[in-house]
């Protein structure tokens, strides 16, 4: 069964500190791969798209990373802010128009 | 551009009501989607449609239904409402492509009693 695992669950760091977000996938075949952060309350709201053949895409302070090899993908988020807590969702095109979500990573920046 | 909107914001039903949650978007979409999240659990496709007349089931469609008679909306019908079908609801939508953005709306709380 295709499947969009992500770690962790959840975390919590400080505002102004560095985080990376884990994401391990079996979708195949496999199309593209998202980033969405979703605020409480609020719908999804894409970050970056990579197709397999990118390593690496930027948006501001979010950087994503993509090894298509092992199926593992990161979302890195560089000098966080208060406004960075949100969940943040990987998804996984397969060929066709099926998404696969993921359940998400909580993260809180505290001050 | 308001986006993708959804009506109502949050409601509640009783076991065995039925109720049409509202989606609009005004950009033109051609594939419009909607979308089920249950706490800790990834989104799950209820139905999708790739264009007004074409409706099609997603992975979670048993008690739901669906029409697209316009581009601009995409309404889904909850009959004899359960339990198990509270839960938060997302309708989005995207151009034709397979690296096109797609776009949420607020969602709507559902609360069956």
């Known amino acids: 069964k295709n499947q969009v695992e992500q770690s962790p669950q959840s975390l919590i760091i400080l505002e102004g500190k560095n985080c990376t977000l884990q994401?391990?996938?079996?979708?195949?075949?496999?199309?593209?791969l998202r980033w969405y952060k979703q605020d409480t309350g609020r719908g999804p709201v894409s970050l970056t798209i990579m197709t397999f053949s990118e390593n690496t895409k930027s948006n501001g302070r979010y950087t994503a990373t993509l090894d298509a090899d092992t199926k593992q993908s990161s979302l890195h988020i560089t000098a966080s802010q208060l406004s960075d807590s949100a969940s943040y969702i990987c998804?996984?095109?397969?060929?066709?128009?099926?998404?696969?979500f993921g359940a998400g990573t909580i993260l809180r920046v505290k001050s | 551009n308001a986006g993708v909107t959804q009506t109502p914001k949050f409601r509640i039903l009783k076991i065995g009501q039925s109720m049409t949650l509202q989606c609009t978007q005004d950009m033109n979409h051609n594939y419009m989607y909607w979308y089920r999240q249950d706490p800790g659990m990834g989104l799950k496709l209820i139905y999708y449609?790739?264009?007004?007349?074409?409706?099609d089931k997603g992975e979670v469609p048993n008690g739901y239904n669906v029409s697209r008679s316009t581009t601009e909306d995409f309404p889904l019908r909850l009959e004899l409402a359960a339990p198990s079908q509270t839960s938060v609801y997302f309708c989005a939508s995207n151009r034709q492509g397979a690296l096109e953005t797609q776009y949420f709306g607020p969602g709507t709380r559902l609360l069956v009693l």
């Open positions: 994401c391990n996938y079996t979708v195949s075949p496999f199309s593209n």
């Open positions: 998804v996984v095109r397969e060929y066709g128009n099926k998404l696969v």
């Open positions: 449609s790739v264009g007004a007349g074409i409706t």
